[in-house]
C-alpha cells in the first residue's frame, strides 16, 4: 500500500525479468522459468496493491 511495497514489487519484477532474460540468453531454462515467476508474482503483488488502494470502503459501493 505504501510506496515501498509499490517500489519493492517493481524491483523484484525487473529482477525476474533480468533472470529470465539471463536464462534465455545462456539456454538455462530453469532461470527462465524461475524468472518468469518472479515477473508474474511481482505483478500479481502490484496489482492487488492498487485493488486496496482504490478499494471503496465508505459501504455505499454502486451509490452515488
Same mark, same amino acid.
Given at each position: 500500500? =505504501?510506496?515501498f511495497?509499490? @517500489? $519493492?514489487? $517493481? @524491483? ?5 525479468? &533480468? #533472470?529470465?532474460?539471463?536464462? !534465455? =540468453?545462456?539456454g538455462? &531454462? @530453469? @532461470?527462465?522459468?524461475?524468472? #518468469?515467476a ?6 500479481? !503483488?502490484?496489482? &492487488?496493491? !492498487?485493488? #486496496? ?7 455505499l %459501493?454502486? %451509490?452515488?
Amino acid at each position: 500500500m =505504501s510506496i515501498f511495497d509499490k @517500489a $519493492k514489487a $517493481k @524491483a523484484e519484477e525487473l529482477l525476474g525479468r &533480468a #533472470e529470465q532474460v539471463y536464462g !534465455e =540468453s545462456h539456454g538455462d &531454462a @530453469a @532461470a527462465t522459468v524461475a524468472g #518468469e515467476a518472479h515477473v508474474m508474482e511481482a505483478q500479481a !503483488e502490484e496489482e &492487488a496493491l !492498487e485493488r #486496496e488502494e482504490n478499494r471503496d470502503d465508505d459501504g455505499l %459501493a454502486g %451509490a452515488r
